[in-house]
């Protein structure tokens, strides 16, 4: 059974820090990319970030890059998100997902999901 399950969420004051994890079974991070998402309740879906399956590349959003990283952990089958100087705007349901992904852009989504998990920045 393919599964991705999200662990790391909370609550952190303005300016400070959280590291997402994102562990996948049914599947290897080697055979899919795999990317970070956020969602606020009437808002459409942002595409955060994500990492190749093929040769590691990267992408950010305009609106975390140089806060946030994503790396991979192979030998855990899990994907990390650590999330620096954050702020308010940052609150959202983070989850990931299976995705086609290159150094410009989120390309593709396969029907993979994690359940989410809830990021909440105080100001």
């Known amino acids: 059974e393919v599964q991705l399950v999200e662990f790391g969420g909370g609550l952190v004051q303005a300016g400070g820090s959280l590291r997402l994890s994102c562990a996948a079974s049914?599947?290897?991070?080697?055979?899919?990319?795999i990317g970070w998402f956020r969602q606020v309740p009437g808002k459409e879906r942002e595409g955060v970030s994500c990492?190749?399956?093929?040769?590691?590349?990267?992408y950010y959003a305009h609106s975390v890059k140089g806060r946030f990283t994503i790396s991979s952990d192979k030998s855990k089958n899990t994907v990390y998100l650590q999330m620096n100087s954050l702020k308010p705007e940052d609150t959202a349901v983070y989850f990931c997902?299976?995705?086609?992904?290159?150094?410009?852009?989120?390309?593709?989504?396969?029907?993979?999901w994690g359940q989410g998990t809830q990021v909440t920045v105080s100001s």
């Open positions: 049914g599947f290897t991070v080697d055979d899919y990319g």
């Open positions: 990492i190749s399956s093929s040769d590691g590349s990267t």
């Open positions: 997902g299976a995705v086609l992904c290159s150094d410009d852009d989120i390309l593709g989504e396969y029907d993979y």
